[in-house]
């Protein structure tokens, strides 16, 4: 049986919906402490204009945007 960690995704979203940046890491306090950092660098015009920043579960590397910045903890 293979142990399934969580993975989690910091995503930057622009309004057309394409991925603009994306950080995934395995601890959930770093992701919660990135996904306020993306969610602070938003301009309000930019939360305006339909940008976001979500924070979300995968349980495999395979689910990860190929763009996305890997840290290993």
């Known amino acids: ?10 995503e930057q ?8 940046a994306c950080i995934a890491c395995r601890d959930e306090q770093h992701a919660i402490a ?10 309000s015009s930019q939360k305006q204009e339909g940008w ?12 990860v945007p190929a763009s996305a910045l890997k840290l290993s903890y």
């Open 34 to 43: 990135c996904h306020t950092s993306f969610e602070n660098n938003l301009t």
């Open 52 to 63: 976001t920043a979500r924070l979300r579960k995968v349980e495999s590397w395979d689910d």
């Open 1 to 10: 049986m293979v142990e399934t960690k969580t993975i989690w995704l910091n």
């Open 13 to 20: 979203v622009d309004p057309s919906g394409l991925l603009y």
